[in-house]
C-alpha cells in the first residue's frame, strides 16, 4: 500500500481523468438491471466534486473488440449517474479527437464528463502509446478506480500513467486493496478459506498460493471430485479434470506437509442429469454409483464445514458449492452463505458467482467485503501484483 490514493494528492479545481468501471448488465428490454457498478465508484466522483475538480470519466463495456458497436454505448450509463449524482453529466460520443477535446478546454469546476467506450479501439485492450497518451493530455492527473480491471494492462489503466503523473488509486481500489491485505497479508487467525467453482483448472494458482497462507482450506463445488478422484474414490460421471488429477494430489501433500487442514465433502447431492427436473439423491462420498454425478455438497459436508467455520477469525471465500443456479443442488451454497454471513470472522467474498449467490440469499450486508472484481480478485489470492495497481505512483 505505498502506492498514492486520491486523497493523497492536489485535484483542487483540476482536470482529472477517472478511470471506472461502468461495465453494467442490461436486461432484455436494454435498460442497466444493476448499476452496482456505477454506484461504487460515487465516493471517488463524490470527493473530486468537493474538491471542485474537473471530473472526465473513462470506461469499456463490453467486449466490441475495436469496433463501433451501439449496442455497447455508454450513454445509458450516463444517464443513470445523472440521476445518482443528481448533476449533469455531458455524455460525449467518443473518447478520442476533436469533440472530446473541445468539450475538456470548456470545462467549469465542477464538471463532470463521459467519454464514450474506450473498447471501440483496439489501441485499449492493445496498450498501444499514441492512445495512452492522448487520454493522458486531456488531464493534469489521473485517478483509476476501476478494480475490476486492474488485472489487465490496457492503455487507460496502465499506459496512460506514462504520460499523466500523479497517478493515484480511488476509493473503490483503496478499498479492496486494504480489505485484501487485511485478510491475506496480516490476517487475524485462523484464516480459513473456501473455494468452489467448476474446475480445478481455473484456480489452481489459487490453490498453490493459499496452501502457503492459510490454516484451513475447504473445497466444495465440481471442483472437489478431481481432488476425490485423486484419492481413490468412485466419483460416477461428476466433474472431473482427468489432467489435473496428479496436481489435486499434490496440492493434497503439500497441504499436509505445511499443516494446512484441507477439507473435501463427505456426502453429495447427486442426479443422473443437470436440470430442474432431475431426481436426486443424497449420499455419502463413496457411494456415488457410475451413472450420476455429484451437483452439490450434502448435508453432512455443511455440517463439517460449518464446524471447521466456527471459531475461524478470517475467511475468504471464492465459489459456489454446487450447481446453485438450479434449485435443487442450491442448498450447500446457499447455506454456506448463511454459515459465512453469521460468523464473527472478517469476511471476505469474491468471483461473480459467490457475489450472485450471496445477493440471492440477501445476506450481503453481513459479510465484511464483497469484491467487485472477478478475474482481478483471483489474481490477488494467486498471490500476483495487478498491473493497475503497479502503475500507480509510489509514495515518496
Ligand atoms: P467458477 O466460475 O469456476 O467459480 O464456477 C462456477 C460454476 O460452477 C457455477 O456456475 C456452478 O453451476 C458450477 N458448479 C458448481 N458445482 C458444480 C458441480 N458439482 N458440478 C458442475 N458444476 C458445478
Given at each position: 500500500m505505498n502506492k498514492l490514493f486520491v486523497d493523497d494528492i492536489d485535484v483542487k479545481n483540476k482536470r482529472v481523468l477517472v478511470r471506472v468501471d461502468f461495465n453494467v448488465p442490461f436486461d432484455s428490454l436494454g435498460k442497466i438491471?444493476?448499476?452496482?457498478?456505477?454506484?461504487?465508484?460515487?465516493?471517488?466522483?463524490?470527493?473530486?466534486?468537493?474538491?471542485?475538480?474537473?471530473?472526465?470519466?473513462?470506461?469499456?463495456?463490453?467486449?466490441?473488440?475495436?469496433?463501433?458497436?451501439?449496442?455497447?454505448?455508454?450513454?445509458?450509463?450516463?444517464?443513470?449517474?445523472?440521476?445518482?449524482?443528481?448533476k449533469d453529466v455531458l455524455f460525449i460520443k467518443d473518447c478520442r479527437g476533436d469533440e472530446v477535446q473541445q468539450a475538456v478546454e470548456k470545462m467549469q469546476s465542477g464538471d463532470v464528463i463521459l467519454l464514450e467506450n474506450l473498447r471501440f479501439y483496439q489501441e485499449e485492450e492493445a496498450n498501444a502509446e499514441g492512445f495512452s497518451k492522448q487520454l493522458a493530455s486531456l488531464a493534469e492527473v489521473f485517478v483509476n478506480d476501476a478494480f475490476a480491471t486492474a488485472h489487465r494492462k490496457h492503455a487507460s489503466n496502465v499506459g496512460v500513467t506514462k504520460f499523466l503523473i500523479p497517478a493515484a488509486g480511488g476509493f473503490l481500489l483503496k478499498k479492496e486493496i486494504t480489505y485484501f491485505e487485511k485478510a491475506m497479508e496480516n490476517p487475524v487467525r485462523p484464516l480459513v478459506a473456501i473455494l468452489g467453482g467448476a474446475k480445478v483448472s481455473g484456480k489452481i494458482e489459487v490453490l498453490k498460493n493459499l496452501v502457503t497462507r492459510v490454516d484451513k482450506i475447504?473445497?466444495?463445488?465440481?471442483?472437489?471430485?478431481?481432488?476425490?478422484?485423486?484419492?481413490?474414490?468412485?466419483?460416477?460421471?461428476?466433474?472431473?479434470?482427468?489432467?489435473?488429477?496428479?496436481?489435486?494430489?499434490?496440492?493434497?501433500?503439500?497441504?499436509?506437509?505445511e499443516g494446512v487442514k484441507l477439507y473435501l465433502p463427505v456426502d453429495a447431492v447427486i442426479a443422473e442429469e443437470v436440470n430442474s427436473r432431475a431426481v436426486t439423491k443424497i449420499v455419502p462420498i463413496q457411494e456415488i454409483p457410475p451413472n450420476w454425478m455429484g451437483l452439490d455438497i450434502g448435508p453432512a459436508s455443511t455440517t463439517l464445514f460449518a464446524q471447521v467455520l466456527e471459531n475461524a477469525k478470517t475467511i475468504v471465500w471464492n465459489g459456489p458449492m454446487g450447481v446453485f443456479e438450479i434449485d435443487a443442488f442450491s442448498r450447500g451454497t446457499f447455506a454456506l452463505v448463511n454459515?459465512?454471513?453469521?460468523?464473527?470472522?472478517?469476511?471476505?467474498?469474491?468471483?461473480?458467482?459467490?457475489?450472485?449467490?450471496?445477493?440471492?440469499?440477501?445476506?450481503?450486508?453481513?459479510?465484511?467485503?464483497?469484491?467487485?472484481?472477478?478475474?482481478?480478485?483471483?489474481?490477488?489470492?494467486?498471490?500476483?501484483?495487478?498491473?493497475g495497481i503497479a502503475a500507480l505512483t509510489s509514495k515518496r
Open positions: 438491471s444493476d448499476d452496482t457498478r456505477i454506484r461504487a465508484v460515487l465516493p471517488t466522483i463524490n470527493y473530486l466534486l468537493d474538491e471542485d475538480a474537473k471530473i472526465i470519466l473513462i470506461s469499456h463495456m463490453g467486449r466490441p473488440r475495436g469496433k463501433k458497436d451501439p449496442k455497447l454505448s455508454l450513454a445509458p450509463v450516463a444517464k443513470r449517474l445523472q440521476r445518482l449524482l443528481q475447504i473445497i466444495g463445488g465440481g471442483m472437489a471430485f478431481t481432488f476425490l478422484k485423486s484419492q481413490g474414490y468412485e466419483i460416477g460421471k461428476s466433474l472431473v479434470e482427468e489432467n489435473m488429477i496428479d496436481l489435486a494430489r499434490e496440492i493434497l501433500e503439500a497441504a499436509k506437509k454459515i459465512v454471513a453469521n460468523s464473527y470472522a472478517m469476511t471476505i467474498v469474491g468471483g461473480g458467482d459467490t457475489d450472485v449467490a450471496v445477493h440471492r440469499v440477501g445476506e450481503s450486508y453481513k459479510i465484511s467485503y464483497i469484491s467487485t472484481g472477478g478475474g482481478a480478485f483471483l489474481e490477488l489470492l494467486e498471490g500476483k501484483e495487478l498491473p
